[in-house]
């Protein structure tokens, strides 16, 4: 390997690409609430866009290029208003309606063939300081590089967000939303203290309505579906507050700090002469590790760990530890995190790195996470929950796949380390539904030529397939697995083809929440005017 930076954890290698993580002490109300660094710029007025306009083609695509629908408009809203009269136009007019914000969903839901009115929210991406709310108020369309930047350079704070600048809050809020700072500070919406969501009534109109997680909010349930539900279920939101639950008491702080500093380190491991005994052992340790220091308030949260399995084709898979440099502590934790993970394993690493880096900048930073090329880029990631190390069964089926002659050097199994802070809020206190996990696994391919499509999607199927082989397929809940997570859509769980396990795509995602989120969807989307193949 002659090229180090090529060891670097990107992106949509796919998921996560680096981030920072936790530490230093929260901030003071005082200083949260302080005014806006620079005020939003102008809105533009109401734009619709249909077939044959020269802008059309570049507006059909998100993030994921195997996707392109063929809506009868594209409506560009830059204000709450805009999106109001938009959703009313198309229950009018009987048009299915699907809003999009970063655009980074990773199935068809915004490209549907059945959509009709696609709405593009990315100029509404203002982040400001709401004082009526006393909480941070984040439009759909910022990407989590603006709200990042935003909230640090107006008042030095974050949300426990995702680690891809480009993805946006629109949709990685009402899913969850988690990343490097999780461990410490929970879920994104356990900081959610409110929404503005646009909803459309039994009639031929649509409203605005605000729901906050207060204990007299009417509206409350409808705050409480965007802890977790998932996009495109019950409205469009245009806002979100966010304010921790210290909060709410008198002096508690409005929102985590963001650390100023970061260290990454990365460890690199070649496959030439990797034994399988090996293997396994670096993967078992890595997930015990995270049994025994994931408990809500243990001494490692600070911690986020990461091993990026690559398949055999790219050389090397990585070992990345990342944690606020500032953490007293901070390289030994580091130190004994390598060390326990690697224990026994009698590996030596062809790379290693360990160096510090402004927080910011490697929160904001777009590298190359972007997968394929800028014309063609074209990926599919399955996901589950993990409540503790894999079996040995996955582990060996996760070797045998990622030592196979049909995999690609863009072919990867993700192990992401979770669990910590995010344990300690109850089940059904959000939508989360999945609390005492202490990791991720994300199983992803990516390439460019439609032409591979056939085959790399037959060799990420196989592979989830043959992982979770002892319980149908797919990730059920039990002792080790525990379903997976709505951020991370997957279709293939609704065809009983690759889902033999009698559990269905929606209880896989939600688990005992689900009737009360298809409530909350009869009750405020009657008519199904937001839908999608996995959508309540």
């Known amino acids: 390997m002659t090229k180090p930076e090529r060891l670097q954890v990107r992106r949509r290698s796919l998921i996560v690409g680096a981030g920072a993580v936790a530490g230093g002490a929260l901030t003071s109300p005082a200083a949260a609430a302080a005014p806006a660094a620079a005020a939003p710029a102008a809105a533009v007025g109401a734009v619709r866009i249909t077939p044959g306009d020269r802008r059309y083609d570049s507006l059909l695509r998100g993030n994921n290029f195997r996707f392109a629908g063929r809506p009868d408009e594209i409506r560009v809203c830059a204000t709450t208003e805009q999106v109001r009269q938009a959703v009313s136009e198309a229950v009018r007019a009987g048009r299915r309606v699907a809003p999009r914000s970063g655009g980074h969903c990773f ?25 009526a709310m006393r909480a941070f108020a984040v439009q759909p369309g910022a990407t989590l590089g603006q709200v990042y930047r935003a909230l640090f350079k107006g008042w030095g704070v974050t949300i426990p967000g995702g680690s891809c600048p480009s993805v946006g809050a629109g949709g990685h809020i009402v899913g969850g939303g988690y990343g490097a700072l999780s461990r410490r500070y929970g879920s994104v919406v356990d900081h959610l203290y409110g929404v503005e969501v646009v909803v459309a009534d039994r009639g031929d109109t649509a409203r605005t309505v605000t ?48 650390p100023e500093r970061m260290l990454e380190s990365v460890v690199a491991f070649g496959w030439d002469g990797l034994t399988e ?190 992982v979770y082989g002892e319980t149908g397929g797919v990730p059920v809940p039990g002792e080790v697995n525990d379903g997976s997570y709505i951020n991370y859509p997957d279709v293939d769980l609704l065809d009983p083809a690759w889902n033999t396990s009698g559990v269905s795509a929606h209880q896989l995602y939600y688990k005992d929440d689900l009737p009360r989120l298809r409530r909350m969807k009869a009750r405020w989307d009657p008519r199904g005017t937001f839908r999608h193949a996995l959508s309540l």
Not at 107 to 131: I, K, Q, W, Y
Not at 346 to 373: A, C, N, Y
């Open 107 to 131: 199935e068809n839901f915004t490209a549907d063939p059945g959509v009709r009115t696609l709405l593009d929210l990315s100029p509404m991406d203002a982040v400001t300081f709401d004082p």
């Open 211 to 258: 729901a906050t997680r207060e204990a007299d909010d009417p509206n409350r349930e409808l705050w409480w579906a965007h802890t977790g539900g998932g996009g495109g279920n019950f409205g469009v939101v245009t806002k979100y507050w966010l304010r921790s639950p210290e909060a709410d008491d008198a002096g508690g702080p409005l929102l985590p700090p963001a």
């Open 277 to 466: 005994e090996s293997f396994s052992t670096l993967v078992r340790n890595f997930g015990v590790w995270h049994e025994r220091n994931s408990a809500p308030g243990a001494p490692a949260l600070g911690l986020y760990g990461l091993l990026l399995l690559s398949h055999r084709a790219a050389g090397y898979f990585t070992l990345v530890a990342q944690i606020d440099a500032d953490l007293p502590g901070a390289d030994g934790m580091v130190t004994a995190f390598e060390a326990a993970v690697t224990a026994g394993a009698g590996v030596q690493p062809i790379f290693t790195s360990r160096r510090t880096s402004s927080w910011l900048h490697k929160m904001t930073w777009p590298g190359t996470g972007e997968s394929g090329d800028a014309t063609s880029r074209r990926y599919k990631i399955k996901a589950g929950c993990l409540r503790r190390s894999m079996t040995p069964h996955q582990i060996a089926a996760v070797h045998r796949h990622l030592t196979d002659d049909s995999g690609t050097a863009d072919a990867s199994v993700l192990l992401i380390g979770y669990g910590g802070q995010v344990r300690a809020v109850p089940p059904g206190q959000t939508a989360v539904a999945q609390r005492d996990v202490v990791m991720k696994a994300v199983y992803q391919t990516a390439w460019s030529d439609e032409s591979d499509d056939a085959a790399r999607l037959a060799w990420v199927r196989e592979l989830y397939r043959d």
